[in-house]
């Protein structure tokens, strides 16, 4: 016999799933005799929470859904975190779990990992969440999920089987040999042509981009180029332009050069970003605003008439849209270069010393090792780069100070990463305190043969909430925090790990830690971050 749950994984295999995130539970066990032997690989975490980080990274890496095995009520709980995180930064996320048997389920007759309703706990973190009544309902429940992930903003998708169905036969039903996939949708052309008139007469367009944009990375550039504007690119959108492009620009819209950038603009085109307060406004002043004529597109229609209604709004898909842009509008001087120029100028003025030397520290790491993934905490050294990071490639810099900002996220999210993609370095940005969250997942990377690299900051407590409550006059309470010996316990999970005691140690290091097979953790402190100066100088 083939039960709903064996049959499950052959679903999945047809639409393309190598691997599954989950840890075993008395209720999904049936799931993992259809995945034995099968072509999907199984990555077990310490924590469901480390199980959706490590699809968020997978997702990030790969740009395919990260997919997870969870089980009934506490599986649900501990994974809710790591869907909001999803759900904010817009990554695809399949989390397939169980729950109590029909007759059982929301009884309130204290089953085992009983909860009232999953439905209405994961109902703000997804796009939709279901429960698979029959054997019968399951494939278009995943044609529903994959449909969301191909032609719309993806977002995590929850599918719940109860246990009696997931034990149910289901020999009976066929696998798809090549389930229907859908694209994007390309624009209405009478809006694009209208866009394309705006731009055209435009005397200074600027360019915003999001993490929505980072598969139209080519055409962005092309854009921009014909059109000679700057393109200004949030955390997410980082890389669209690379390092040292003359029309790039990478400092934060939350600061006063970008801001009047944008605002001297008479045109401003927005692709793929949901203009985003921590992207926008992060310092919550409510400064940010686009005086100029606006033209958007957005794969969401409610995401694009939100914070800034534009003149000219587009549903479609970035690489789409821009390409069919690039053929309408006419090429012209508009000295692009010289305006992101002089946003570049005034980085000094704008961000804080501390910060410029720990972009130093991020540089580093991009030079040193090319091509690396860097997958951050909400860390002192990630909200440098938020600030003004340079990012090598599109996607290839990601974190979890964005949006929901959530702690923990780093380690996890990154191992992920590595598992999607083996071949690239990955480096892991974490303090001391957001590592405690997920710190058993050091054995989650030895386990999966996950060679990550962690750059841990190591100042003793939540060192940025601390600087936060001593610039608002409130007493530094909960802060300061006892740290484990790290190196020992790195060791102890078969991590080499290592002090930084110098700036100048970080880049051989990195070197020793992309040869070797196993993870490193490199712990430094503020000394580091302080000698990283003598760089910039």
Partial sequence: MISTGMYLTKLLTSYGVDTVFGIPGVHTVELYRGL????????????????????????????????????????????????????????????????????????????????????????????????????????PALARAFAIFDSARPRPVHIELPINVMLAPADHLAVPEKPVRLARPAGDANALNAAAALLNRAKAPVILVGGGAIGAAAQIRALSEKLD?????????????????????????SLPATRALIESADVVFGIGTELGPTDYDFYEDGFFSIPGTFVRVDIDPAQLMRTRAPEVGIVGDAAACAATLLDLVSAGSREGAARAAEVETLVHRDVPAAMLDDLIILETVRDTLPDVLIAGDSTQLVYAGNTAYEAASPGSYFNSATGYGTLGYGLPAGIGAKIGQPERPVVVLAGDGGLQFSLAELASAMEAKAPVILMLHDNGGYGEIKSYMVAKNIPPLGVDLHTPDFIAIGRAYGWHAERLDSFEALKPALEAAQARSIPTMLVFGDAVRAQAASGRR
């Fill in 36 to 139: 034995a032997g099968s072509e999907i690989r199984h990555v077990t975490p310490r924590h469901e929470q480390g199980a959706g980080f490590m699809a968020d990274g997978y997702a990030r890496a790969t740009g395919k859904p990260g997919v997870c095995f969870i089980i009934t009520g506490p599986g649900m709980t501990n994974i809710v975190t790591a869907m909001g995180q999803a759900y904010g930064d817009s990554i695809p996320m399949l989390v397939i779990s169980t729950v109590n048997a029909h007759g059982r389920m929301g009884s309130g007759e204290g089953w085992l990992h009983e909860l009232p309703n999953q439905q209405a706990l994961v109902s703000g973190v997804s796009a939709f969440s279901c429960t698979v009544n029959r054997p019968e309902d399951l494939a």
């Fill in 229 to 253: 504007a700057p393109v200004v690119m949030t955390t997410n959108g980082r890389g669209i332009l690379p390092p040292g492009h003359t029309l790039a620009v990478n400092l934060s819209a």
